[in-house]
Structures are given as C-alpha cells and as structure tokens.
C-alpha cells in the first residue's frame, strides 16, 4: 500500500502510518555531514540504523524512558508514535569531541569532569546554532519544565547507554536526542523520538580508540559500513546476510 508521504529529512522519511497518531520512520543510506555540505550514501546503513535504534530505544522503554518507539516492521522501516518534535536538539557529551573541543580549543579525547548537556536550536536555515535556556523559553521553543525533564531524561539516557556501551567495548563520547510532544486527550508528555545510531552518537572502540560512528564518513576515514556492522554486531542485532 503506497503511504502518504509526510516529511523527508537527510537520513529519513515519514509515511503515514497505518493508524491514527503513528507514522513509519524509513531510514536511508544518504548520509550528510556539515549541515549538508558534505552528501554520500553508505550501504546498508539505513537496515543497520533501524536495527541498532530500535534494540536502544527498546531497551530505554524497559527501564522506564518513555520513547516513540512501537515496532520496527522491516529492514528499513518502523512504527513510531506520531509527535510534535521540540525544535531544541539536545547533545550530551562525556568526552569533548567535534564542535565542543573546536568551540574550546581543547583536544578531542580531552575527558569532562562531568557529563555536559547542551541545547542547539533545530534550524538547517540557521545550522542549528547552540542557545542558552533563555533563548528556548524566550521564544516559546519549550518551557522551563519542559528542559528540566530533558535534562534529567537526558542524564538518564546517557547513564544507561554508557553502560550499554561499555559492555560491548564501545566509549560513548557524545550523542544527540530529539524530543516529541505525544498529546493524548489534553495531556502532553514528552517521549524520546527521532533515533539514537552510530548517525547521531560518537562511540570510541574502548581499547583502540577507533571511531565507529559518522565521524568515518565526516572525516573520510574509510571503513564506514564496517564500523556501523561492528556497532551492530556487538550489540546482537547485526541481521543476517
Ligand atoms: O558536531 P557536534 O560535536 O556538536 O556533535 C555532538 C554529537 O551530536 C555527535 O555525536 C553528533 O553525531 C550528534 N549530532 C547529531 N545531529 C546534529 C548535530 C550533532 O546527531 N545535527
């Protein structure tokens, strides 16, 4: 059955879903990097994002993280709660590394003595510049209680998936969230959306220290569908050739 199409951003597409208040997230191979200045595809990315996401943010559902998650349906396609995304981004970050450690002149690797988490508006237009809190509830983005739960899911999240991530050998240096308003009668709560991959987290191999995120792609390092497989693998949910 074709699906109304209802958005396509860089790395997916959103279909109507089969009821109402869902949507099917499709994942593609395209990958950008720079705010699209840099455009690509890597193979079987999509298949291996929608996989590793869906193991992650089902494993945050059974610990109490409330997530748009519902089912993944296919290799490249799941089904998610339809949300009104909060244009904020949130990034969390253990290690400095990309923008951080350019923005303060420190070497990437550099250890934070604490878990930083950081807003960034969500505008291509703008290239999701970096706000203060202020900003955010200036112009109506999200309210002061709004941010005080992201932080504290965010802190959460990032407890639990360094965890995760240790587990398999992997450091997770940073990572970006999205959050969707889920409006059931007239309440709202705030779940987690979009999806958590090597496309939006940086994971350092624990003994090496090699990159096994987009930063393969940002930085043309070679062995991109590797390092995706190997997250993949490590994870358990690498799917059968
Ligand atoms: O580029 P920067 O260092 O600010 O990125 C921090 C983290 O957030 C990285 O893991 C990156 O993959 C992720 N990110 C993202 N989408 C963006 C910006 C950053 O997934 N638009």
């Known amino acids: 059955m074709r699906r109304r199409r209802l958005y396509e951003?860089?790395?997916?597409?959103?279909?109507e879903g089969p009821e109402p208040g869902t949507v099917v997230q499709y994942f593609k191979d395209d990958a950008t990097a720079f705010n699209g200045e840099k455009t690509g595809t890597i193979t079987g990315k999509g298949v291996l994002n929608n996989r590793i996401s869906e193991f992650l943010l089902s494993r945050l559902n059974d610990v109490g993280i409330p997530t748009h998650f519902i089912r993944r349906l296919n290799m490249r396609e799941q089904l998610v709660r339809e949300v009104e995304i909060v244009p904020v981004e949130v990034v969390v970050r253990n290690v400095a590394a990309g923008s951080f450690a350019k923005r303060f002149g420190v070497e990437d690797g550099t250890p934070l003595p604490r878990a930083i988490?950081?807003?960034?508006?969500?505008s291509d237009?703008?290239?999701?510049?970096?706000?203060?809190e202020e900003h955010i509830t200036s112009f109506g983005w999200a309210t002061p209680q709004d941010l005080d739960e992201m932080m504290q899911v965010a802190l959460r999240v990032n407890d639990?998936?360094?965890g995760l991530f240790?587990?398999?050998?992997?450091?997770?240096?940073?990572?970006?969230?999205?959050?969707?308003?889920l409006w059931e009668d007239e309440d709202m709560r705030l779940v987690l959306a979009d999806e958590i991959s090597p496309d939006s987290c940086r994971l350092w191999d624990v003994e090496s220290?090699?990159?096994?995120?987009?930063d393969r792609f940002r930085k043309?390092?070679?062995?991109v569908e590797e390092a995706y497989q190997e997250v993949a693998r490590?994870?358990?949910v690498l799917p059968e050739a």
């Open 160 to 162: 639990f998936l360094s």
């Open 234 to 236: 490590r994870l358990g």
């Open 220 to 223: 043309d390092l070679g062995g």
């Open 166 to 181: 240790i587990g398999c050998g992997l450091r997770l240096v940073d990572f970006k969230l999205e959050f969707g308003r």
């Open 209 to 214: 220290g090699e990159r096994m995120d987009k």
């Open 9 to 15: 951003g860089k790395g997916k597409v959103l279909f």
């Open 117 to 122: 988490v950081e807003w960034y508006y969500k």
């Open 125 to 132: 237009a703008l290239n999701d510049p970096l706000v203060t």
